[in-house]
């Protein structure tokens, strides 16, 4: 279903971004491997729903879209939800420690 696919989606992407950022790893690839994590994401989920993994890149359109067709918000709640709970999930497993070992 499309919420499940932009839970893990959001999920994915940001413990990519927190675990190439976190202090103990090397530096200089973080932005070659958050790209390539946004961009595996979009080419598999733009046939699932288009692929949102930020609210902010949907709300727009919704907006806009309004104009030719009011209906263009009846599904923007999914594409709210599902970001915010992988985000969680993502930042609860990171300050548990679960994503890497910090004691390197």
Do not use: C
């Amino acid at each position: 279903s499309a919420l499940v696919f932009e839970i893990v989606a959001t999920f994915l992407f940001l413990v990519t971004i927190l675990g190439v950022t976190h202090p103990f790893m090397p530096k200089g690839f973080a932005g070659l491997a958050i790209g390539l994590t946004l961009a595996a994401i979009h080419i598999v989920g733009i046939n699932i729903t288009g692929t949102s993994v930020n609210p902010a890149r949907s709300i727009g359109p919704a907006i806009v879209g309004m104009v030719s067709n009011p209906g263009a918000v009846a599904q923007l709640w999914l594409f709210i939800v599902a970001p915010l709970i992988g985000a969680g999930l993502a930042g609860l497993l990171y300050r548990e420690g679960a994503l890497l070992d910090q004691k390197q």
